[in-house]
């Protein structure tokens, strides 16, 4: 379950679908262009061969001018930066939340006196011999 939970914390979620789905529709990446500092879906070239300029979204002020160009492509960028510190953090966070319903569940059972009991007590109804 540890190893779950770094695994689906820790993964960053890849704009490649969404980018490429939006570019071959012909639709704006404007907005991911101006939130990931990135220009096009592999570089400011896919802008120049198709359109012949690039859009104000690829530049950092808007000033179009080539010092302030982004040269990275969108489909290199990613939706949430997450590093492991945070996702071992909140495991372990879990593991110990974990353990402490485990230590009041183990104190509930020894206040009411439930009998101990083993899976050969609970089946022996049931085997036919």
């Known amino acids: 379950m540890h190893l779950m939970i770094i695994l689906v914390l820790t993964q960053r979620y890849p704009l490649v679908h969404e980018i490429h789905s939006k570019w071959i529709k012909r639709e704006s990446i404007n907005m991911y262009e101006i939130m990931y500092?990135?220009?096009?879906?592999?570089?400011p070239d896919d802008y120049l061969l198709l359109y012949g300029k690039?859009?104000?979204?690829?530049?950092?002020?808007?000033?179009?001018?080539?010092?302030?160009?982004y040269y990275t492509g969108c489909l290199n960028k990613n939706d949430i930066e997450s590093t492991i510190v945070r996702g071992?953090?909140?495991?372990?966070?879990?593991?110990?939340?974990?353990?402490?319903?485990?230590m009041c569940f183990y104190f509930f059972i020894k206040q009411i006196k439930a009998p101990q009991r083993s899976l050969r007590d609970l089946w022996k109804d049931r085997i036919i011999l």
Do not use: H, R, Y
């Open 37 to 43: 500092n990135c220009c096009g879906v592999f570089g």
């Open 88 to 102: 071992e953090m909140v495991t372990s966070l879990i593991q110990f939340i974990f353990c402490i319903l485990l």
């Open 54 to 69: 690039l859009p104000s979204s690829c530049f950092s002020d808007s000033t179009m001018e080539s010092k302030d160009l």
